[in-house]
């Protein structure tokens, strides 16, 4: 089964600065699908950002971008410019792309986000 | 943006009671999804309904649980015979397409609390 770790509860950034949440997983696929997800204080997660296993060119969403290491089997996003409003926990997920329709979560990082 | 709705957002139950959890996805979408997550740990998937039928469902989704889509609006999450360890915040999400990359809509939760 892929596991996917989250090794940082915790980060903090101070406003207008860049930050990076790690994100590593495991697989034996090939081909597969990862996001991340946020969750404010409301608890609705949204989608930031999704990255397919095939593009090898990393994804970027405005002042949100990743890095994706297909090799090392790392995905680890980075916020630029922080705003108080990214300040919620952020969620790593994997989904295969040839079985299933389940999101395999990580267990989370909390962002603080200091004026 | 339209949203998946969820009621209640809290929920206290007897061990032994039933309880349905409601969730209402977004009207032209057609893929629905429960999640849960128990206090301190990740974000699990239970359950993926299309054509009124489970696409998959996870080992956590026993015979205790079940899901209806009673009236092409509302998505139902019913667990049977409540016990102490299904006490966490249930997720409901629902996409438009089933595909790899396929944004998921969450809704805010459901807090079951079972005593």
């Known amino acids: 089964a892929q596991t996917v770790t989250q090794s940082q509860p915790e980060m903090s950034v101070q406003e207008a600065e860049t930050v990076t949440l790690s994100c590593t997983y495991d697989?034996?696929?090939?081909?597969?699908?990862l996001f991340w997800y946020k969750q404010p204080p409301s608890r609705q997660m949204i989608l930031v950002i999704r990255q397919e296993a095939y593009k090898q060119q990393n994804a970027t969403e405005n002042r949100f971008s990743v890095n994706f290491q297909k090799a090392a089997k790392s995905f680890s996003l980075k916020i630029s410019d922080s705003q108080l409003g990214d300040a919620a926990m952020y969620f790593c997920?994997?989904?295969?792309?040839?079985?299933?329709?389940?999101?395999?979560f990580g267990k989370g990082t909390s962002l603080l986000v200091t004026p | 943006e339209p949203e998946v709705t969820q009621t209640p957002s809290h929920q206290v139950t007897q061990m032994g009671q039933e309880v349905i959890l409601r969730c209402v996805p977004i009207s032209n979408h057609l893929y629905f999804y429960w999640y849960r997550q128990i206090l301190g740990q990740k974000v699990e998937f239970l359950v993926s309904?299309?054509?009124?039928?489970?696409?998959?469902k996870s080992e956590i989704f026993d015979d205790q649980f079940s899901v209806e889509r009673p009236d092409g609006s509302n998505f139902t999450l019913k667990i049977r015979s409540t016990k102490l360890e299904d006490s966490a915040m249930y997720f409901c999400?629902?996409?438009?397409?089933?595909?790899?990359?396929?944004?998921?809509?969450f809704g805010s939760g459901t807090q079951l609390s079972v005593l």
């Open positions: 999400a629902s996409s438009e397409a089933e595909s790899g990359v396929e944004k998921l809509f």
């Open positions: 697989t034996s696929e090939s081909d597969y699908y």
């Open positions: 309904f299309y054509n009124n039928e489970i696409s998959e």
């Open positions: 997920a994997y989904r295969n792309s040839n079985s299933g329709y389940a999101l395999n």
